[in-house]
């Protein structure tokens, strides 16, 4: 009996969580012995996900990884396709247990918690996206999805985050990312952290958006001023 009680208890955990909704984005705060102020975000997106940490304050960024994911009962498995510190975990699946709760995500035996943000609403790009073509001179070049080196935005309602990457050679390249927002017709990107320059942190970047047959186009300015028009597609998951 009291195994059947047991085994009925950890059926009851597992549905629970299955029952909670793991994407959107999450996010956790502390602060080092030295005083600094670290913030660590969490994007789940259809199949992929991200976690990055920077500097609260300055918007200095510190790490991000990220790739594959999937939830069987507590157990969530990432397979990686990208570590901007260990190109060697480029690969590898890695499986741990979780507590998770409408408000709150926490890998058991780690002392972080982090809170909800979002849970892939309001913004009307939440997603998995891979860029796909862009236009150059006035013409339009298509980009090969399926090649190795990629440009992803991973989106939740709230957060956006962009990673340049090479799941071949695991190679990180660079990434971006913050707050946005999707009002009539006009997609805005508020940077918070940016691995190549901090001196873009707390710019807002206002773009053009449609949606086209599924695919998200993209147009207005970079941030170095340069005219773009981009063209992003949905990955779905693996």
């Known amino acids: 009996m009291r195994n059947l009680l047991l085994a009925v208890g950890f059926m009851l955990i597992a549905l629970s969580i299955q029952g909670q909704n ?3 984005a ?3 705060y502390h602060t080092t012995d030295q005083g600094q102020e670290i913030h660590q975000v969490v994007i ?6 991200v976690l990055t940490i920077y500097d609260a ?17 507590n157990t969530l498995t990432e397979t990686v396709e990208f570590n901007s510190d260990n190109p060697e975990a480029v690969g590898n699946s ?12 926490q890998i ?3 002392d972080r918690v982090f809170t909800r943000i979002d849970d892939g609403t309001p913004g009307a790009l939440n997603g998995a996206w891979l860029m796909s073509g862009r236009k150059r001179n006035g013409e339009m070049q298509e980009r090969d999805t399926t090649r190795p080196r990629k440009t992803m935005k991973i989106l939740s309602g709230t957060r956006f985050q962009w990673i340049a990457y090479n799941t071949e050679t695991k190679q990180f390249m660079a990434t971006g990312g ?21 001196a873009r942190v707390g710019a807002a970047l206002a773009f053009d958006f449609e949606l086209i047959d599924g695919h998200w186009h993209h147009s207005g300015f970079s941030s170095k001023g340069d005219p773009l028009y981009e063209v992003w597609s949905v990955r779905n998951p693996q």
Not at 57 to 73: D, Q, R
Not at 178 to 198: A, C, H, L, P, W
Request: zero cysteines; glycine letters at 14%; a negative charge.
């Open 108 to 110: 058991v035996g780690d």
């Open 94 to 105: 890695i499986s741990f247990d979780i507590r998770l709760t409408d408000k709150e995500l």
């Open 178 to 198: 913050g707050s946005y927002t999707t009002v009539d017709g006009k997609y805005t990107e508020n940077i918070e952290f940016f691995s190549r320059d901090v």
């Open 26 to 28: 999450w996010e956790h």
């Open 22 to 24: 793991l994407r959107g």
């Open 44 to 49: 789940f997106a259809d199949g992929y996900q």
């Open 57 to 73: 304050k300055t918007g200095a960024f510190i790490h991000t990884n990220g790739g594959l994911w999937s939830l069987k009962g």
